[in-house]
């Protein structure tokens, strides 16, 4: 399965829902950056601890041939990316059809909601069919109910049905992700965060040391996030209700792999070319 997270839109949540909630429940998926500006300070590990491989919007060609050597990514499309990446995606005909699925992570402020809605319009101008993209209300409040934080969204939806809407696709605002950010291996694992059985509380009751207890306070307050996050995540993924592409396995072979099928990660499919070189883009 191949997952595009896109917006026209920054601060909606692209990096989080592609490292924390599509990455660690879809099997052997490899995490992929697009971007040249990015307000986190990185994308951190992929599945594994293995870093996320990252290139910019003006690679498309770059993208385009890798994805057809893995069986599963997630691509997180910078907003400083989106509309040249779409531009180059309208010049190689048919290639939004790499991409199982577009998730359009959005949130309740009104200008995201408006960037949302223009990337969904440029998705449709693409060719891609409102059921392969799928909304994702992200930041959303407790006490107000989706309908209520994205009525400029929905009732735009209702008009122009330019994607899938399932309110059940919904993340809360958490502080979990700040605690996390710049952390890779199991220190940015959602999963083993929340699964830590360590007994924090016994450990600061034998401690004397007040910098050693805020430090274990801390862990305790991690832990306790992440066990609030995970099963939310859960939730979360089985609304969006992506289905695993099922490809036929390769075929084995005594035979040496020629050299061509060498290439093991997208910076091989990378072409040199002088910093300052653009890609074409479509006509307006």
Known sequence: MKIAVINFSGNVGKTTVARHLLLPRIPGAELIAVESVNADGGHGAGQNGSAAQSLRGR????????????????????????????????????????????????????????????????????????????????????????????????????????????TACRMRANEIYARIRGLSGDQADLARLASDDTDYKGLIRQSCDIAQRLSLAEKLATHRLASWVVPEHDACFEALGLVEAQAPPCASSDEPPPDTARVSTIADFVRAEPASEQAPRAAP
């Open 59 to 166: 690679q498309f060609a770059a993208l385009q041939e890798y994805l057809q050597t893995i069986d599963s990514a997630v691509v997180d499309i910078g907003a400083s990316n989106v509309e040249e990446l779409l531009n180059l995606m309208q010049l190689y005909r048919g290639s939004h059809e790499d991409f199982d699925c577009f998730i359009v992570p959005t949130v309740p402020v009104p200008k995201q909601q408006q960037d949302t809605i223009a990337t969904l319009i440029e998705l449709s101008r693409l060719g891609v069919p409102p059921n392969r993209v799928k909304l994702l209300f992200n930041m959303v409040e407790a006490t107000v109910s989706v309908e209520e934080a994205f009525y400029l969204l929905l009732a735009f939806l209702a008009e122009r049905p330019l994607a899938a809407v399932n």
